[in-house]
């Protein structure tokens, strides 16, 4: 079944009508394998309409594999700091899981939530690379691909160095070697321990869902199997105790299917949402990084802008005839320092936006999981109830 289609505005009016609200919607759907071996892969139909009028039409479709997504990830996050860049489902490594049904399935659910974050996002749905992601043809993506050179297209081990040498740099200070160049603003050090906070108990919660979901697939093959024995056992009496024993292998093999349907549901609406929220952390984190970054470079600027005043003063003094040159070359630190301070500002505005809308979100998305979960715990339970209370009156008979 096509997932449901998500929009800006969530308008019901025509695209390109003129007094229609500003809209974009966006679904991820039809999911394909292609190819074979190691060079196989998934391809997904990526639908959006739209009534804006960068965009070419009113409806375009295209086709899409996951490096496609990962390359716009990366654009994002190199043009956009101190927004949190919506994340991508990890790639797996293991290959007898990466073309199941279930897996597949869920990496499009992810997919699908990742591009229309980004669609709803106000400052993210007006770039230029997300047209492009949206519009262009295939081979117009491949010649993208190829060139990319971002952050994220780095191996995970390298990738994870550059946000401990960022976090890392005032380990000198420890030897007197250097002075510190970490923020000293309570209020974002409590947001630090907050992120760091909301990862672990996310990470546990996502555990345990795990566990969950496992739990009810080992109970359904377990009624499976018990039901197939119950079953075996009915057909070998052949009276009234053998068609309880058979109704009672039917009712367990009934519960097996509703609890597998279940194992999945969960899985889908609960640990899915767990799971991707604790990717949501991880890219909070990686803003940190880039913020921590930031101010660093803005406070080797200012130092190096009064070593340059100092040496100034002196070339002055001496009236040498690199005074000229000394100028020039503090003209241009000037404007450098002044350019990272003005970036520095733009990523803690743009980081404090960030973070109530992420919290805003957060809120809503979990308790849907939350809900769907009990709602489904809820149902699976008096299923459960109703099935083995419909087989007592038979099997008193039996036992009288």
Request: proline share 4%; hydrophobic share 35%; aromatic share 8%.
């Amino acid at each position: 079944m096509e997932p449901q289609q998500r929009s800006v505005s969530g308008s019901s009016q025509s695209p390109r009508s003129p007094s229609s609200q500003p809209f974009l919607s966006v679904s991820v759907t039809d999911p394909v394998k292609l190819g074979n071996g190691v060079q196989a892969y998934i391809s997904y139909r990526v639908i959006t309409k739209t009534n804006f009028p960068e965009y070419q039409g009113p409806e375009k479709i295209v086709i899409r594999r996951y490096s496609d997504f990962v390359w716009l990830r990366d654009r994002l996050f190199e043009k956009y700091k101190g927004i949190f860049i919506p994340p991508l489902p990890e790639k797996s490594a293991v290959e007898k899981f990466r073309f199941s049904a279930e897996f597949i399935e869920m990496r499009r659910q992810a997919l699908d939530i990742f591009v229309n974050r980004i669609a709803s996002h106000q400052e993210l749905q007006q770039s230029e690379d997300l047209r492009t992601f949206l519009q262009a043809d295939e081979e117009m993506m491949e010649r993208l691909r190829s060139h990319e050179t971002g952050i994220f297209k780095k191996k995970p081990a390298d990738l994870m160095q550059i946000f401990k040498d960022v976090q890392s740099r005032v380990s000198d200070v420890v030897l007197g070697k250097e002075k510190p160049v970490e923020e000293s603003n309570p209020e974002y050090e409590k947001l630090k321990n907050y992120v760091f906070e909301l990862e672990n108990h996310l990470a546990e919660a996502q555990k345990h869902a795990y566990r969950l979901v496992k739990r009810h697939r080992e109970l359904g093959q377990s009624l499976s199997d018990f039901g197939k024995a119950a079953k075996l056992l009915g057909a070998c009496e052949g009276n009234a105790l053998g068609k309880a024993f058979s109704e009672l292998g039917a009712k367990s093999e009934t519960l097996s299917i509703k609890l597998q349907k279940e194992a999945h549901q969960l899985l889908m609406s609960f640990e899915e949402p767990l799971k991707d929220y604790v990717r949501a952390v991880q890219s909070i984190k990686a803003t940190i990084a880039e913020r921590a970054n930031a101010f660093r470079q803005q406070c080797e600027l200012a130092e190096t802008i009064k070593l340059k005043e100092i040496n100034l003063d002196k070339l002055m003094l001496t009236r040498s005839d690199k005074v000229g040159e000394a100028e020039i070359e503090y003209k241009e630190l000037k404007a450098a320092s002044e350019e990272a301070t003005n970036r520095f500002e733009t990523i803690v505005r743009l980081m404090n936006e960030e973070i109530v809308r992420f919290q805003e979100q957060k809120t809503v998305d979990m308790g849907i999981a939350f809900h769907e979960f009990a709602k489904g715990q809820a149902r699976l339970a008096n299923g459960i109830a109703d099935a083995w209370r419909s087989l007592l009156p038979k099997l008193e008979v039996c036992s009288s």
